[in-house]
């Protein structure tokens, strides 16, 4: 049974930096690409940054390039989202996904993680 699981998130004041990750079990990480999603309390769920399965195509939304970069190591069956300059606006909960291929869109991933809170104040 394939289970992802975040974590990394917390409380951090603007401008500082966070890294969340996303553990993948009972496969190889290699068999996935993996998108990272957000939900601010009260909206809609995003999605912020995608990783192909061979870690060399990565995705972002504008809001976020240039802050936040993606990664990914298959021996550690661990996909990384390194956050930096963050922004209250960067407040939700952090959700990671795999599929075999990288889409935006949540529905069209095949396993879920349960999500870590990212909290920048204003």
């Known amino acids: 049974q394939v289970q992802l699981a975040e974590s990394g998130g917390g409380l951090v004041q603007p401008g500082g930096s966070l890294k969340l990750s996303c553990s993948v079990s009972?496969?190889?990480?290699?068999?996935?690409?993996v998108g990272w999603f957000r939900q601010p309390l009260g909206k809609e769920r995003e999605f912020v940054s995608g990783?192909?399965?061979?870690?060399?195509?990565?995705y972002y939304i504008d809001s976020v390039k240039g802050r936040f970069t993606v990664s990914r190591d298959n021996a550690k069956g661990t996909v990384y989202l390194q956050m930096n300059s963050l922004k209250p606006e960067d407040t939700g909960v952090y959700y990671c996904?795999?599929?075999?291929?990288?889409?935006?869109?949540?529905?069209?991933?095949?396993?879920w993680g349960q999500g870590t809170q990212v909290t920048v104040p204003s």
């Open positions: 996904a795999a599929g075999g291929n990288y889409y935006r869109d949540w529905d069209l991933y095949d396993y």
């Open positions: 009972g496969r190889t990480l290699d068999s996935f690409a």
């Open positions: 990783i192909n399965r061979e870690g060399n195509r990565l």
